[in-house]
């Protein structure tokens, strides 16, 4: 029972390997039946060629842009188009005025409208909501009862906003089935009739909103998170943290002492009163109308509701990203192409191939049939990383680089590195006189340790370059981590359950010579040990122990002092009758 219980667990965790590849696959094959997913990974700009778009800056006013301005839209476009998923994209100045934006592929109308997205973003009270969907014609308000402002307006939540025109736009406003004609930017100092569309905890809603009160431009950062409660302990729930400028404070305090009036006043007669809202409006679209429940007067609002963690960081993203200096319009957009080609991914493929030729010659020179095993691994975590770009690929968007390609083949020497200890630890278990199950397990032991802290430090050199670095280098870096971790599955999942089911068997159990675990040829030292160590020329070959190593050493004990003198001068020899005498 003791010898099968390790071929068992192997199997199953062999087992465990093939479900995770028929896992895989079969995600992959439903996102190809679909139409939405390629079995080949997607390329980046510099591989594939793509579509330029240069943006034109519109400035409100007659006013000019300056450079301040235009470094800041770069950094936000290039933030939206990161979040967005788009990999590899170039974005940088032209003319130090017009924004040239270099996307991989033909870009999405969803990337298209996030890179125009202008920086029309502010924050206006509301005044009236009502039934998302349009009133049908007969029923709306006739024209001889439509309202009529009887004077100035107070501030941004007086009725005398809600004119004619204004409830007319409401009234046949519909966001249920929203229309998709591209509407003129609303002027800041006149309302605004906008939807808040649907979410899956919200339905849609329909508003009629003040002039801008507060502008995007004066949100210094948002962040999402836990909220607290009054004791300070953290609920469930989730909200969004804003925190305004200096000069947007004393502005917001203002306000929410208006409104909170509005919304004390309406509990106090058990109603709620939409005038004690406060909309968020991104290009005219409300994304939140959250009530003001209190007087901020330090400029740091918190918007609490029916917020998940993915909903909360999608709104704080949106805070701190959505508003831009300046707005832009395609100016022009043409095809590019690949801007180092065909022939330097053929050039790269073939570095590839031959550097994986040499491992494998390198492998079944040193290590005889046992090579094979280390092929066979190569292939399986070949197989896990093509897989598992080609999904991201998919669900993130994620591009392969000529800069990523160079990351694979890197990881092709890294990863037969941690096969190579695996082999050499269980070789010196062997030297020590072991069998080979028990090497196996010995070996392992003593390796495990070593392949887990030399990932561990490809993993962090990945991290840091990934978070450090920008451009093409973020494109290494990530190919570099994911074969890593590719690299750690392997190697507990398949080579070392290998190798638990090959120690059983006959030819490797037994020593065959072509199995590179013969006891008559570990004395050698190899020419690589693993981990970067090579043979040193001072380094002899490690004799093997008999297997009657027990004997010997009593033998030894029982000596006398002539005798181990005499032996260690070489000058005793042992008689076939097993007496000793002396040359």
Known sequence: MARTGPKNSARRVLTWLGAIFVVLTAVLAGGVMTGHASWAPKLALDLEGGTQMILAPRVEGASDINEEQLNQAVAIIRQRVDGSGVAEA?????????????????????????????ADMNFRPVIAAGDPAAVPAEQRTPDDKLPQPTAAPANASDNNWVTGDVVKE??????????????????????????EPATDKTPAAKYILGPVEVK???????????????????????????????????????????????????QAQGSDDPKSQFAIVLDDKVISAPRALAVITDGKPQITGNFTQASAKALSDQLRYGALPI??????????????????????????????????????????????????????????????????????????????????????????????????????????????????ENGWKRAKRT?????????????????????????FAFTLGLTALADLLVVFMFTHPMLQVLARTKFFGEGHRFSGLSPDRLGAVPLYRGAGRLRTPDEKPTPVRPRNAGAAAEAERRMTIAERRLAAKGQLTGSSNGSKEEK
């Open 90 to 118: 170039e974005i940088s100045t032209q003319s130090g005025r017009n924004v040239v934006v270099s996307l991989p592929g033909t870009p999405s109308k969803e990337t298209r409208d996030l890179i125009q997205a202008s």
């Open 327 to 440: 707005s832009f319009e395609i100016q022009s957009q043409e095809q590019i192409s690949a801007t180092l080609g065909g022939d330097q991914l053929r050039l790269g493929l073939l570095a590839g191939m031959i550097g994986l030729l040499l491992v494998v010659v390198y492998s079944l020179f040193q290590y005889r049939a046992l090579g094979f095993v280390t092929i066979a691994s190569l292939v399986v975590a070949g197989l896990l990383t093509y897989l598992a770009i080609a999904i991201l690929g998919w669900t993130e968007n994620y591009r392969l680089s000529l800069a990523g390609v160079a990351g694979l083949i890197v990881a092709i020497g890294q990863t037969a590195d941690s096969f190579i200890v695996y082999f050499e630890r269980i070789r010196d278990e062997l030297r020590d006189g072991r069998g080979l199950v028990s090497a196996v």
């Open 451 to 475: 392949v887990l802290a030399s990932k561990a430090v490809n993993l962090l050199a990945a991290l840091v370059l990934y978070f450090v670095a920008v451009g093409n280098v973020r494109g």
């Open 170 to 195: 409401f009234e046949a406003l519909d966001c249920v089935n929203p229309s998709t004609e591209k509407r003129d930017r609303s002027d800041p100092a006149k309302p605004l009739v906008a939807c």
């Open 216 to 266: 995007g431009q004066d949100i210094s950062d948002s962040t999402f998170s836990q909220v607290q409660g009054a004791q300070g302990s953290v609920t469930n729930s989730w909200g969004v943290n804003i925190v305004f400028n200096g000069d947007a404070t004393a502005k917001f305090k203002a306000v929410t002492e208006r409104l909170n009036q509005f919304y004390v006043a309406a």
